[in-house]
């Protein structure tokens, strides 16, 4: 029996001059150490404003290899900003915010086999942009899963690639942009995958549809405590423990006991987005 443990991880939100969210990834860390799992795989939002504080993601890159394990990180909105007619942040995705995540971190999208499984990492927030780098990674994907032979395949984004309906039409944040999310659900119906996993959402949540299991990765930093209710998600922080035995697979949600749950409904209400809070920096821990 071939068995191995990967963390997944989302949505920290790391910064030198605007560290509120450095606690729960020192606690983190520490837990990481203790598990010492097989890999770490990050789903985006490593930095708190990346699309527009370079440090940000050099800082975020400096945290991340402060854990003891191999890890893969993609990018998310708060890395290189987001495609679309209406960016949320107003920071739309652009060549040189993906140059400057790659200075960084190296690639945004990645495959990764281990022990009869393929890991299949892709950038969300090009998808919809028009950018010469979708149709790339486009194609990465086709050949991502041709050349799966006889593994099993689990999909990471850090959009998920839809809220409750994978035919949903509109353009909004929460999700994939629906005419870059039809070509992938199409190759998703001729091999599907074990699981299809993202963040972005901060909350955690799991449904199958079409014989895929879908999960929502919680994050590390901040929760809306009544966002998406409806839909029955867990509003609380922690991080995502998937356990591999030969082709079975399971998960957990995994809440710390030293992890805050921050509520940052008030600083919405105060500044419209944490991206606008004032500086408070990060401070070396002994």
Known sequence: MTAFTIVQVSDTHLSRTH????????????????????????SGDVSFNGPDAPDD????????E????????????HD??????????????TPAR????????????????????????????????????????????????????????GLMLHKPLFLTAPDAKGEHGGSVLDTARMPVLGL??????????????????RFVRDRISYVWAPTTAFVHPHRRAELGVTNRSGYIVWRFEDD??????????????????????????????????HRIRD
């Open 19 to 42: 560290a509120y969210f450095q606690d729960n990834w020192e606690v983190f860390l520490d837990e990481m150490a203790a598990l010492k799992p097989d890999l770490v795989l990050h």
């Open 248 to 281: 079975r697979v399971g998960h957990d949600f995994v809440e710390p006991g030293l992890f805050i749950n921050q509520d940052v409904s008030n600083w919405n209400r105060a500044v419209g987005s944490t991206i606008h809070l004032p500086p408070r920096a």
């Open 80 to 93: 290189i900003g987001e495609p679309g007619n209406r960016p949320r942040l107003k920071q739309p995705v």
């Open 98 to 153: 993906l140059a400057a995540w790659r200075d960084v971190f190296g690639a945004d999208r990645h495959v990764h086999d281990m022990a009869g499984w393929r890991f299949v990492m892709l950038n969300s927030e090009i998808m919809g942009s028009g950018l010469p780098q979708e149709a790339e990674q486009a194609v990465f994907l086709e050949k991502a899963f041709a050349e799966a032979g006889d593994r099993r395949i």
């Open 66 to 77: 402060r854990l003891q394990v191999p890890w893969l990180a993609i990018p998310g909105n």
């Open 57 to 64: 993601l050099a800082f975020a890159r400096e945290q991340i």
């Open 188 to 205: 998703l119906r001729k091999r599907p995958p074990a699981f299809v996993t993202s963040g972005h959402l901060h909350c955690y949540h």
